[in-house]
């Protein structure tokens, strides 16, 4: 994880923590990449894990992406699929994370040849294994992506509520190019999604400005992802934080993208001191090489934030996931009981957060 000193490492890895803005293909483990691309015969870059692991490190956005879809392209039967889904509940497991809600592009998947009705089959019966397994509780948010169209939104939305009525999807989401492709075309999508009692959830405000995070609210979108640059616009600002909107915040994610040169200069502290709702989240840990426990960590490094205020952001990820109410109360009262004992081993204090 982060440089953080080994109690508070400590700490913050054991913290029964939710996570709720993480992308299934983009926490793929190289190891896991190799066997699938040999498995294919698909050709990479590297042949084996160390040189993977070197290819994954981030240089820049079209790296990025070429590295995103190669994970993509490894993913073709439903084998895979629920291989993919057992490596990462095992890894979240391994971070104190407890619940997951995952974004999952399944249009990408079909237009590379896999069968929506398999990949359903597979990865709900290898969530319900990997959380009988781990004890670690995933939801999907299937993903729209804005920069490809309407028929692969319709199939989305399709799985999306096949999904919900099998108890594996929590929300529809949407992601893609924010900066150039509207979000209008998919408000019927969303309109379907609510009256048929489905979560919402957008990616807005990290590489365009707040006229995409009204677009994303205006759409019906429950929950934000990122939405970082709501700052430069404090009427938004002003309406985000009294209509209690989450947000979901991805701090290396953003960094690494260019949304802001350094921690320091990143919107987190103003967006916290406007009072505004902020989860903590890694987006893609294996392509950004940083995970939950590393995000909070550098919190703490590099802002000086303290240990309550690290559990008062983990507690936000339980009351800003798709769960019932009398599930949220359980994993806070777990969370605070868990934060006192954690406290008092790791850091010789028993941390406690009001609220």
């Not at 989305?156 to 509207?182: H, P, Y």
């Not at 489905?198 to 609210?217: D, I, N």
């Not at 806070?332 to 406290?343: D, F, H, I, T």
Request: glycine residues 8%; hydrophobic residues 45%.
């Amino acid at each position: 994880m982060s440089g953080a000193s080994n109690g508070i490492a400590a700490f913050l890895r054991e913290l029964p923590k939710a996570e709720i803005h993480v992308h299934l293909e983009g926490a793929i483990a190289p190891s896991t990449l190799l066997a699938l691309a040999r498995r294919h015969g698909v050709a990479l870059p590297a042949d084996d894990e160390a040189g993977l692991t070197d290819w994954f490190r981030f240089r820049d956005f079209e790296h990025f992406v070429q590295v995103y879809l190669a994970c993509s392209r490894c993913l073709r039967d439903p084998e895979d699929f629920a291989r993919l889904v057992r490596d990462f509940l095992l890894a979240q497991a391994a971070r104190g994370i407890v619940y997951c809600e995952a974004h999952f592009t399944i249009s990408t998947h079909v237009a590379n040849g896999a069968k929506a009705g398999e990949v359903l089959d597979a990865v709900a019966v290898a969530i319900a294994a990997g959380e009988e397994e781990t004890g670690v509780r995933l939801r999907l948010i299937p993903d729209i992506v804005r920069n490809v169209g309407v028929p692969p939104a319709d199939l989305t939305l399709e799985w999306a509520l096949a999904g919900a009525r099998r108890g594996i999807v929590a929300a529809l989401g949407l992601a893609g190019s924010e900066a150039r492709f509207s979000c209008e075309p998919f408000a019927p999508h969303f309109a379907e999604a609510e009256r048929r009692g489905l979560h919402r959830v957008a990616h807005a405000g990290e590489h365009a400005g707040p006229t995409s995070v009204r677009a994303a609210l205006a759409l019906g979108a429950e929950r934000i992802g990122h939405g970082v640059r709501t700052v430069e616009d404090p009427a938004l600002l002003a309406e985000v934080v009294a209509d209690r909107v989450p947000l979901e915040l991805c701090p290396t994610s953003n960094l690494l993208l260019g949304v802001a040169p350094d921690l320091r200069s990143h919107p987190i502290a103003r967006l916290r001191v406007a009072g505004a709702e902020l989860s903590i989240n890694s987006d893609d840990p294996a392509l950004f090489a940083i995970d939950l426990p590393g995000e909070l960590g550098r919190l703490h490094d590099e802002l000086g934030w303290s240990a309550e205020t690290l559990t008062e952001l983990a507690l936000a990820g339980f009351r800003h996931a798709f769960l019932p109410a009398e599930e949220k109360a359980l994993w806070e009262r777990e969370l605070r009981s868990r934060a006192r004992e954690l406290g008092e081993r790791h850091l010789g204090r028993a941390i406690q957060v009001s609220g």
